[in-house]
């Protein structure tokens, strides 16, 4: 097997492992909050539907609209943790989302032409 | 640096934020907070943008508790001060905080709801305010929760406020520990 081959295989095995470790950490903070107890399993099919891909809040939101922001926090940091994903932030304008990545939150000085914007931190899978 | 600066400089960021979800706001906030603890700054940053896209109102200072006929301002002092306090204790505390403010906001401001039961309900949350400002231990539980469980019912005696529980109860009854 070719050495690059090997090391995809490698980090699907570690994404995979992360994945059941990332089930466990989200049962327990479910458990603490009993009216979320239903949602372990929708939650962890929508994470595994997204592990290969990128975990946008927006997205999040809309999957789960009636959950509090404290709890999918909690879960979207615990995907962050996970280490199936690097960490990115994206500029929401008026016009749209700006092509450009940042590795930290932009002030406006960074971003040219733009009046008003907003930050969103993206989790963007590290297998693709 | 002390948790109480992280604590107040959270404070800080998070009103700053919440007035308009600017990004630059937010961006300014992330640095100084990355300067005393870089993990606080990034969940700071998760938070605010998952609390902004499920459009909880933005915290302002409170009402002034007169309402037609009704004088409630003493229950609304016992609230805001309730308010104050638990602005000042992060993240939990603002959630608790916005909660209370919304559906007394929204009791003052109903059309629809007598008002025996609005001053039912506000004497009721000026309680909960009372309660919040008592450390966990010495709160009177059992009184809490049956006054908690009050709230909903007469709430829904107005349409136009059948649901606000649904959506903010939760904060304040965790923040309670209930």
């Known amino acids: ?128 | 640096m002390e948790p109480a600066k992280l604590r107040s400089l959270l404070w800080e960021a998070h009103l700053e934020v919440s007035a308009d979800h600017n990004g630059n706001a937010k961006a300014l906030a992330y640095r100084k907070l990355k300067q005393i603890d870089p993990e606080e700054a990034e969940k700071f940053i998760d938070y605010a943008s998952f609390y902004a896209l499920m459009d909880k109102p933005a915290p302002t200072v409170i009402v002034n508790g007169v309402v037609g006929n009704l004088n409630l301002g003493t229950q609304v002092g016992h609230i805001e001060t309730a308010l104050e306090v638990a602005w000042k204790q992060g993240i939990e505390g603002a959630d608790f905080a916005n909660a209370l403010k919304t559906i007394t906001d929204q009791v003052l401001a109903c059309k629809d709801l007598e008002d025996q039961r609005k001053s039912e309900i506000v004497d009721s949350l000026a309680f909960i305010s009372e309660e919040a400002q008592s450390p966990p231990e010495k709160r009177k539980l059992a009184v809490l929760k049956s006054v908690i469980e009050s709230i909903p019912k007469i709430l829904s005696s107005a349409a136009s406020l059948s649901t606000l529980w649904t959506k903010y109860g939760p904060f304040i009854a965790g923040y309670l520990g209930l």
């Open chain 1, 1 to 128: 097997m070719a050495e690059s081959e090997d090391k995809e295989m490698a980090s699907v095995a570690q994404s995979i492992s992360g994945l059941q470790n990332l089930k466990y950490s989200i049962a327990s903070i479910v458990e603490d909050r009993s009216e979320y107890r239903s949602l372990l399993e929708p939650l962890t099919r929508w994470i595994e539907s997204h592990q290969h891909s990128t975990i946008d809040p927006r997205e999040f939101v809309q999957a789960f609209p009636t959950v509090d922001p404290r709890t999918l926090t909690k879960v979207f940091r615990l995907i962050a943790q996970s280490g199936g994903f690097r960490r990115v932030y994206k500029v929401i304008t008026p016009k749209g989302t700006l092509p450009e990545e940042y590795s930290e939150p932009p002030v406006r000085s960074q971003i040219l032409g733009v009046a008003e914007y907003d930050i969103i931190p993206l989790l963007v899978s590290k297998v693709r």
